[in-house]
């Protein structure tokens, strides 16, 4: 709650670290985002290697946040990791260079791509990841295949919407027999679920028509160079799945000073009345991180 309000928790979050309750350190190393206190960076920096997931990432996200460069490291390796974490995948689209954003052009390109890795690729604003997803656009997972058009959406600015919509079929009128239902399924669903399918082939013509007037070297956001003004404007009407990732890449820039509660009232979400101002969205995390 005082983080929430904008205030240093102090000597609080000192106690809530000790506590082994994984939710409750999560909890901390998010507040401690606003602490001042000469001990805190250790705690983060311990935290990095939690076994706890939900621990490891919210020091992971703190550590960017406060310049640790020890978090930066441990983000590329986790990134890179046989079993990758996705929450580091998407740091490293954020803030990464090209050559550290390969395992995730990597795992777009595989037989059976990664969704984490597909969402994050969208972020990184470059035509590589575009590419990269060329072969998910045709795969037998639906989720999979719109991820992949969202990356088109992000990057290039692509409309997934007729004449580049797939046609799918309609549902089947008739129950699934007993015997051939699937009782361990999600019935509730997946948020890739709710995208639009790209057709294949039509994405794949409009991406070769397109692909040449775009600067590989450039980072872009919706087929348009991707600066402040553009990001504030992805801020206040793009889609509510990626503005936390904005406003989380906006904070750890900032060092903590441009905080953008995404999860909050709309109301509580409006952007300084001087827009991004002076944050840097071109230098890469690596350098904007510091030694304890």
Do not use: N
Not at 240 to 267: K, V
């Amino acid at each position: 709650m005082l983080a929430a309000r904008g205030v240093d928790a102090g000597p609080v979050l000192r106690a809530a670290f000790a506590v082994p309750d994984p939710a409750l350190r999560a909890a901390a190393l998010r507040a401690a985002r606003l602490a001042r206190a000469p001990w805190v960076p250790g705690l983060v920096l311990a935290e990095l290697a939690s076994p706890e997931g939900a621990v490891r990432d919210a020091a992971l996200a703190t550590g960017l946040v406060l310049g640790l460069r020890d978090a930066w490291s441990a983000c590329r390796r986790l990134a890179a990791a046989g079993a990758p974490s996705p929450l580091a995948q998407l740091l490293v689209a954020l803030g990464g260079e090209a050559a550290e954003q390969e395992p995730l052009l990597a795992a777009a390109r595989r037989d059976r791509p990664s969704r984490p890795a597909l969402f994050a690729l969208g972020f990184t604003g470059r035509v590589a990841a575009a590419d990269a997803c060329l072969g998910a656009l045709e795969a037998d997972d639906p989720g999979v295949a719109r991820l992949a058009g969202e990356v088109f959406t992000a990057v290039a600015g692509l409309a997934v919407e007729p004449p580049y919509l797939a046609l799918e079929g309609p549902e089947p009128e008739e129950p699934v027999p007993f015997e051939a239902e699937d009782l361990a399924a999600d019935l509730a669903g997946s948020a890739e679920d709710d995208l639009p399918r790209p057709d294949p082939i039509a994405v794949r013509s409009w991406w070769e028509r397109t692909r040449p007037g775009l600067d590989p070297a450039a980072r872009l956001l919706g087929g348009r160079p991707r600066t402040a003004d553009a990001v504030a404007a992805a801020l206040a009407g793009g889609p509510m799945r990626r503005r936390h990732a904005l406003a989380l890449e906006l904070e750890i820039r900032s060092r903590g000073a441009l905080r953008i509660p995404t999860r909050r009232w709309a109301r509580q979400q409006a952007l300084p009345a001087g827009g991004l101002g002076a944050v840097d969205l071109g230098r890469p995390f690596q350098a904007l991180a510091k030694e304890v």
